[in-house]
């Protein structure tokens, strides 16, 4: 198991967090499936997580980037996928462009 890191450093979840305006509580307190505040902090920062934790750290960060957003504006909100939040994430593409870029907040 030598060689083997499971510390990814901080992840491109933190990063869309950080533009969408939110924090680790806000994941916390929409998540219907006891998401905690370590996790969260786990995932920003690059620990390796489960895929399923992936999973559901990538749906309460889908619910609350929706529930943020201006009614008229949620139908064009195109819900990420865990390879688009974890780096280590199978099918990961740092190069991939971010179709929600239009409705972020302007910084």
Excluded: C
Excluded at 16 to 35: F, K, P, Y
Excluded at 42 to 68: C, E, P, W, Y
Excluded at 77 to 98: C, S
């Amino acid at each position: 198991m030598q060689g083997l890191t499971r510390d990814h450093g901080t992840q491109p979840v933190d990063t869309l967090m950080t533009r969408w305006g939110l924090d680790n509580h806000d994941l916390v307190e929409i998540s219907h499936e006891q998401l905690n505040h370590k996790q969260v902090q786990k995932a920003r920062k690059g620990r390796q997580l489960t895929l399923h934790l992936m999973q559901k750290v990538t749906r309460a960060l889908n619910d609350a980037i929706f529930i943020s957003l201006p009614k008229d504006k949620r139908e064009a909100f195109d819900p990420y996928l865990h390879r688009h939040l974890f780096n280590y994430a199978k099918g990961f593409d740092p190069e991939a462009p971010d179709p929600n870029e239009p409705l972020m907040p302007a910084e």
